[in-house]
């Protein structure tokens, strides 16, 4: 059966354990002085609200029960119901399995500290998975992986709010799965992997983020099949047109039946958890909200993250690094002649289609962010499904920042393909932004 589109080239398993181990010995570097034992993570959420639900459940589970009612909190908590709970999420579990005997709470904080750690990990190894599909340059794609695992956003405040670190991990893997799938459409492990992520990603206990990840799958699951049906309207040998057409239009057809069943399979994996959710949520004080409860996000001077990180917030979620942002700018200035200059990329999708797409993705995530300081979000509050039941509307800065690392990967595997002038061009232009914003912002 002919394939949709142009095949990747092999990943080999040797490259892939490569990039994950490095990505491990980065994070073992920078996360020393916590894995060491000399300091913790600081006190809040994480040793307050994480703790103790770890805690809980692993004094269940020796006793040899499900974790479904905690009866230490007030009158008692419907604790399994609680998607940050995370019972079923298979990360935290495999981390309290292989240390279910230690019950101190010490040690218990360090084990649920290392966890995040791993996560931090599998977060640049699955945007590495990613970026090396789209660019086909393993050194962008390692790049990319790195400057997401040590953005502003996942080294600040993700790890101490252990839900949301658990939940974003999964987007950039979700959607290497699905351009996969898109690749080879009667592959059936590609599909059932991105519904098995999908189910994850809900499991991992953190609700707004998890519909980020529905909104950005449901996009780029439009993109891949806009381009399935691009590629069946190429010029073919007038012999073989009607063939080629219909098979091209089938195999369109088996792409999206295969997206479908993506949905459902996400679903129904992921129901045990899903069902009494949404009747614990529908009981508790956050069903019925007001928009000035739900607006807040960033004021608008707060975009000089981007530029200067710790200036005017503890936090700094947009930052990844005035290099990384350097290769945005190349990114972004390849566009036009992104055939010519990534030609070694994969045919899977289109570089220039790539490169809107997550452009689009971060810009759009970053007018978000605003919540009623901009005008995005109010228009979303109003139409969009999901947006008017949660508040913070700064933790879009999630899709921002993997949206501009996987552009940094686009302009990292650029430059060997672009032309010198065009290159001095786009620096100047980027140096002349960076000077003048630091300029205004002093």
């Keep these: 059966m002919r394939r949709l589109f142009s095949s990747p080239r092999t990943l080999p398993a040797a490259t892939a354990v490569f990039a994950a181990l490095l990505l491990a010995l980065l994070a073992a570097v920078f996360y020393s002085p916590i894995l060491l034992g000399i300091r913790t993570f600081p006190d809040g959420d994480f040793t307050h609200h994480f703790l103790p639900f770890s805690l809980f459940q692993q004094q269940e589970l020796l006793s040899g029960r499900l974790p479904v009612w905690n009866p230490y909190t007030y009158g008692g908590h419907p604790f399994l119901a609680d998607v940050q709970a995370a019972v079923f999420y298979p990360i935290s579990n495999l981390v309290l399995g292989l240390t279910l005997p230690f019950t101190d709470a010490g040690v218990r904080l360090y084990f649920l500290e290392v966890e995040a750690i791993v996560q931090?990990?599998?977060?640049?190894?699955?945007?590495?998975?990613?970026?090396?599909?789209?660019?086909?340059?393993?050194?962008?794609?390692?790049?990319?992986?790195?400057l997401f695992a040590f953005s502003g956003y996942l080294t600040g405040y993700p790890p101490l709010q252990l839900a949301v670190l658990r939940t974003a991990i999964w987007l950039p893997l979700i959607l290497w799965l699905l351009l996969r799938m898109a690749w080879a459409p009667h592959r059936w492990r590609w599909g059932i992997g991105a519904g098995g992520g999908l189910a994850v990603s809900f499991l991992a206990g953190h609700s707004?983020?998890?519909?980020?990840?529905?909104?950005?799958?449901?996009?780029?699951?439009?993109?891949?099949?806009?381009?399935?049906?691009?590629a069946k309207r190429k010029p073919v040998n007038p012999s073989t047109s009607s063939t080629s057409s219909t098979s091209s239009t089938h195999q369109t057809a088996l792409l999206l039946?295969?997206?479908?069943?993506?949905?459902?399979?996400?679903?129904?994996?992921?129901?045990?958890?899903?069902?009494?959710?949404?009747?614990?949520?529908?009981?508790?004080?956050?069903?019925?909200?007001?928009?000035?409860?739900?607006?807040?996000?960033f004021p608008l001077q707060d975009t000089w993250q981007l530029l200067m990180p710790g200036v005017l917030t503890q936090f700094s979620p947009l930052y990844i690094g005035v290099v990384g942002l350097g290769l945005v700018v190349l990114a972004l200035g390849a566009w036009p002649v992104a055939a010519s200059v990534l030609a070694g990329a994969p045919a899977i999708l289109k570089?220039?289609?790539?490169?809107?797409?997550?452009?689009?993705?971060?810009?759009?995530?970053?007018?978000?962010?605003?919540?009623?300081?901009?005008?995005?979000?109010?228009?979303?509050?109003r139409f969009a499904p999901g947006w008017s039941l949660f508040r913070g509307q700064e933790r879009a800065a999630y899709l921002v920042a993997l949206g501009l690392c996987v552009l940094a990967g686009y302009g990292a595997a650029a430059i060997p393909g672009m032309a010198l002038r065009r290159r001095a061009r786009l620096a100047t232009i980027y140096i002349v932004l960076v000077a003048a914003g630091v300029y205004v912002l002093g």
């Design 120 to 146: 931090i990990v599998l977060a640049g190894f699955f945007t590495y998975l990613l970026v090396r599909d789209l660019t086909g340059s393993r050194q962008a794609a390692l790049l990319a992986g790195a």
């Design 208 to 230: 707004q983020t998890f519909l980020y990840i529905v909104y950005v799958t449901g996009a780029w699951m439009a993109v891949l099949l806009g381009a399935a049906s691009g």
């Design 257 to 297: 039946g295969k997206f479908v069943l993506v949905v459902v399979l996400a679903v129904g994996l992921s129901a045990a958890q899903w069902l009494p959710s949404v009747e614990f949520v529908a009981e508790s004080v956050r069903a019925n909200v007001d928009y000035a409860f739900v607006s807040g996000g």
């Design 351 to 381: 570089a220039r289609w790539g490169i809107l797409f997550f452009a689009g993705m971060a810009l759009v995530a970053l007018l978000l962010a605003y919540g009623g300081n901009g005008f995005l979000y109010p228009v979303f509050y």
